[in-house]
């Protein structure tokens, strides 16, 4: 689902962002009981490629598969797929949207029955899943064929570090600014490109009208930090094997952003309140914000939730930091794996590959559920990129999210205990924010207590 996931709590990772399972299965035991080797299991990567006749064979015989998906109306799309292959069954399950999906799913895992066939999954859990073992690596089902048609960093976020394919990518949140157009007219602010003039207007703007914020970086938001982390060029954690992971939250480039954004917060200049609650709805509608740091999901998401603000609003890339070398991260977007432990991994593989990269099926996404693509025939298409919607002034603003989206960095990685990250984040650099202290020095007891995690659970850690 492309614009949000789960309802938003200051707990929660939220609005695609990272949405961390509750561990029924300790990273400890699995490490100590795979060995080494590469993401994901060692069985899955020497398993040979199916030939053709065995897939046409298995694609003709009567079978049901699970589908466990949060994703609204996605009827539509499976109905697509069963057209195509009508011996094929497809039982669509709703079993909580994010976090609560993971938690049963590790525990159907551990229990060794109840998993489904395919699962949707988050880019950003993906790697919390691989280290259980748990996907099945779809190569051998013929997903290779299918890289040129994502977009690349989409495809990078799917691969494990030995060249499996654990997913198919289905959409993404490229991160750009809304904001508003009137309150920058009215207190002649330009549209800032770099983060200086960003937060030279923050300054101007709030001492202008004291009950206005450029914007609000939300202290319960670990998902926008790490877009913002992306943008910027961090690597904060990299993973080579089962068991080795280097942990770098507080190198120079996370402490250049804990000092702009901490500076910033500590001069009262921007808002820091936590996001997706009944204040953050009214701030939005009453115009407490002049901008919102978002993804690509954003921008329908707004204009259902701010409608009192209707054709005030415009679409930007994020200010940069070097703006000769335009970049961008991502915030959400999910993916369609296919659980290891299915028995029918043929059918299961042709139908996560079939959801996500069929024309008509991407379309419809992109059409009816608004997600924005993860497909590059989708962001070029004519009539999606000429889309201008009325509440953003008739801007083309999917074709805005999709020139950012050609600006996300392609190599960034994600951790194999994302709840971690998450408790630690609120609890440090969150808090932080929130209470107006050092955010760079926040860092610094991140990196380690998430270095003494990482540790405690069998990993050999590389720090910064």
């Known amino acids: ?22 561990g029924a299965l300790t990273l400890a035991s699995t490490l100590s009981a795979c060995g080494g080797g590469g993401s994901g299991g060692s069985s899955a990567t020497s398993a040979k490629p199916v ?50 999906q993971y938690t049963k799913l590790r525990t159907a895992l551990k229990a060794g029955s109840g998993a489904p066939d395919m699962v949707q999954i988050e880019y950003q859990a993906i790697p919390t899943f691989t280290i259980t073992n748990s996907l099945l690596d779809l190569r051998p089902y013929g997903a290779s064929a299918l890289k040129s048609r994502f977009v690349d960093w989409t495809w990078g976020q799917v691969s494990g570090t030995k060249g499996e394919v654990w997913a198919i990518p289905q959409d993404t949140g490229p991160m750009g600014m809304l904001y508003r157009k009137d309150i920058f007219d009215e207190h ?94 009214a701030g939005l509608n009453k115009g407490k914000y002049a901008t919102w740091l978002t993804a690509a999901w954003g921008p329908a998401f707004l204009s259902g939730s701010a409608k009192a603000t209707a054709g005030k609003w415009r679409a930007a890339p994020l200010p940069q930091w070097d703006a000769a070398k335009p970049s961008s991260g991502n915030w959400g977007g999910s993916t369609t794996a296919v659980i290891r432990s299915t028995k029918n991994p043929i059918a299961a593989a042709q139908f996560a590959q079939f959801l996500n990269s069929d024309p008509a099926s991407a379309k419809m996404f992109a059409t009816e559920q608004f997600f924005f693509p993860a497909t590059k025939a989708v962001l070029a298409d004519a009539e999606f990129v000429a889309d201008a919607p009325s509440f953003y002034g008739g801007q083309k603003v999917n074709q805005v999210f999709a020139d950012i989206s050609s600006t996300v960095n392609p190599s960034f990685q994600w951790p194999p205990f994302l709840d971690q990250v998450a408790t630690d984040w609120t609890e440090t650099v969150g808090k932080s924010l929130a209470d107006k202290s050092d955010t760079v020095r926040a860092l610094g007891s991140w990196q380690t207590r998430l270095t003494t995690y990482a540790k405690s659970q069998g990993f050999t850690v590389k720090t910064s």
């Open 188 to 281: 002649g602010i330009q549209v800032p490109t770099t983060w200086d003039e960003f937060a030279a207007a923050a300054r101007k703007l709030h001492k202008a009208d004291p009950n206005v914020y450029l914007t609000n970086l939300a202290a319960n938001q670990a998902a926008a930090w790490h877009g913002l982390l992306w943008q910027a060029g961090a690597k904060p954690y990299v993973t080579s094997g089962r068991s080795d992971i280097a942990i770098s939250v507080d190198d120079a480039v996370s402490r250049k952003l804990g000092a702009y954004w901490g500076g910033l917060a500590k001069e009262g200049v921007i808002s820091v309140e936590p996001d997706f609650t009944d204040s953050w709805y």
């Open 51 to 100: 030939g053709q006749a065995d897939i046409d064979k298995a694609m003709k015989t009567p079978t049901e598969l699970t589908f466990w998906t949060w994703v609204p109306n996605i009827a539509q799309e499976v109905a697509l797929f069963e057209m195509k292959y009508p011996a094929i069954k497809i039982k669509v399950v709703n079993a909580g949207q994010g976090t609560p």
């Open 1 to 22: 689902m492309s614009r949000f996931s789960t309802a938003a709590s200051s707990a929660s990772l939220s609005r695609r962002g990272l949405l961390a399972a509750t």
